[in-house]
């Protein structure tokens, strides 16, 4: 039986046609996978199927019957339910507030007691009593996904909910999305991770530039044929050669501490450097600590003991902005927060770092700006017409390529830092990324990943670091090492 239908969905909005007359069904008791480039329209279709938009035409039914979604509670009270690929949570409140909230009750001894019971049947763990504004943007996504579980819904929307999970929370997921199926609830899943689609999904749909290009049973079509319909031409994945030379030390860290927001020690006396002309790649689960000593090291925190070093210079405990101006590059994986200024156009948004940079004495732009920025747009993929579109405006793909050009191609940089930067970037614009690392590392550069992908630690990294508990677990050579020796390091 048919849980959903959407018949000739159109969508616009001021600079793109979003979705142009796409169908698409929804089975009891399937996986049903949505993929497509960044852009493709994958979260504005399920944003109109949860009520977050209205589309301009065409239809949508559940169970047979034609309905309005007026509101994400009207799809909720009519059992539709969505992790959001960005999470929206009240800061200000616990997370067991924010899900009672949710669940449009007040808070109770016995509604706890439910939430509780409801979380450990699906086997998640989440801490109710921590305040949402101290999560980090990976507890923030297991807080959607509790949020979405604690509903008793009859459709489940994942969009990019694994993005930021690491190895053992994605097998958790899966297990619990089997689960929801037989008991005959369906689930609509958007990924980037091809792989996972064949993990799990009984069909799949492929969306390029608004239109729907393919829908197949997951049994009758490969992975070749998934990325051409997403693409619309063969891809060659960029797999480089690992480093040729190396120089001096870019970064170096010495006997690091640093402590979490809760003022845990998350980071236990590391020590490392990354020469110029290196990659290293941290390879750790969410929460290992990696997060809070890449912040330690661009002056988001201050570090309990400790040296870090650029370039020879001690700059520990130093502001983010003296760093930054040592030439040092951080990409966050908290896009909306610490990445961009969601209200303001891509071009401030571009510029914002380093104002005195492109601003004559009397404070107005150079006139070279323009053209700068089109050209470093062009590196990450994106056309110049993005540029007076605020980055709330845009797929979490291409803001992901915005911050990327920013703080890589607008000044020189000399040392990277970079957390989960393959977060929510298609296939194609990751093989692109890469080649952009691998590139700026032959032209000199010391760069620092940390990643919960195993896949990527090994593609990019001449060296790579497992961490655990806040300390380096054991090191390997890029050239030697598999993805299955370092899944097996991760899991023990
Ligand atoms: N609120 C909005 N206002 C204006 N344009 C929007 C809005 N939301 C999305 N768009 C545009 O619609 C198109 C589709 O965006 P959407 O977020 O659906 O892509 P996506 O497939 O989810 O991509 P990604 O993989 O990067 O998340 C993009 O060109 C985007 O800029
Ligand atoms: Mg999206």
Redo the contacts with the bound molecule.
């Keep these: 039986m048919k849980l959903l239908e959407l018949r000739g969905i159109t969508k616009r909005?001021?600079?793109?046609v979003?979705l142009d007359n796409v169908d698409f069904d929804l089975l009891k008791g399937e996986v049903h996978a949505l993929l497509?480039?960044?852009?493709?329209?994958?979260?504005?279709?399920v944003?109109i199927i949860s009520g977050v938009y209205q589309p301009d035409s065409g239809q949508i039914l559940l169970e047979g019957k034609p309905v309005t979604l007026k509101s994400p509670r009207d799809a909720y009270r009519r059992g539709i339910v969505l992790v959001p690929?960005h999470p929206a949570l009240p800061e200000s409140l616990t997370v067991y507030e924010a899900l009672a909230l949710f669940l449009d009750k007040s808070p109770s001894r016995k509604l706890k007691t439910f939430i509780e019971e409801r979380l450990r049947k699906f086997g998640i763990e989440v801490d109710l009593d921590k305040r949402i504004s101290l999560l980090t943007p990976y507890e923030k996504v297991k807080v959607e996904i509790a949020k979405a579980l604690v509903a008793d819904a009859k459709i489940y929307i994942f969009?990019?909910a694994t993005s930021l999970l690491g190895h053992g929370d994605r097998e958790l997921l899966y297990k619990i999305i089997r689960t929801l199926c037989a008991e005959g609830r369906g689930v609509i899943y958007?990924t980037?991770r091809i792989d996972e689609v064949f993990n799990i999904a009984d069909r799949v749909t492929v969306?390029r530039k608004?239109r729907k290009v393919l829908t197949r049973r997951i049994n009758e079509v490969t992975r070749e044929e998934l990325l051409e319909a997403m693409f619309g031409k063969k891809l060659e994945e960029y797999a480089g050669p690992r480093s040729a030379s190396t120089h001096g030390e870019g970064l170096a860290v010495e006997n690091l501490t640093v402590q979490d927001d809760y003022g845990r020690l998350a980071v236990r006396n590391v020590t490392l450097s990354v020469k110029y002309g290196e990659i290293v790649t941290i390879l750790a689960a969410p929460g290992a600590g990696h997060r809070e000593f890449l912040e330690a090291i661009v002056g988001l925190r201050k570090p309990v003991s400790g040296r870090v070093k650029v370039n020879g210079i001690d700059v520990t405990g130093r502001d983010p902005s003296f760093i930054r101006r040592m030439g040092v590059a951080y990409i966050p994986d908290d896009r909306l927060g610490l990445g961009v200024a969601p209200g303001l156009a891509v071009k401030w948004n571009l510029v914002m770092r380093d104002l005195d940079k492109f601003t004559t004495k009397v404070g107005t732009f150079h006139k070279f700006l323009n053209d700068a920025l089109v050209k470093v747009l062009e590196k990450v993929g994106l056309a110049p017409d993005v540029l007076p579109?605020p980055c709330?405006?845009?797929?979490?793909?291409?803001i992901q390529r915005i911050i990327t050009a920013r703080e890589l191609f607008l000044r020189e940089v000399k040392v990277i830092v970079a957390l989960n930067p393959f977060y929510?970037l298609?296939y194609e614009t990751t093989s692109l990324l890469r080649k952009t690392l691998i590139d700026l590392r032959n032209s000199g550069c010391a760069i620092l990943v940390a990643t919960e992908d195993i896949e990527e630690a090994v593609k990019l990294g001449d060296r790579i670091l497992v961490m655990r508990e806040g300390k380096i677990l054991k090191e390997f050579s890029g050239s030697t090492v598999s993805a299955r020796e370092l899944a097996k390091v991760l899991t023990l």
Excluded: P
């Design positions: 909005f001021a600079h793109t979003a497509g480039e960044n852009g493709a329209g994958k979260t504005t279709l944003s690929q969009d990019e958007i980037h969306l608004g579109v709330a405006e845009l797929s979490g793909g291409q929510g298609d």
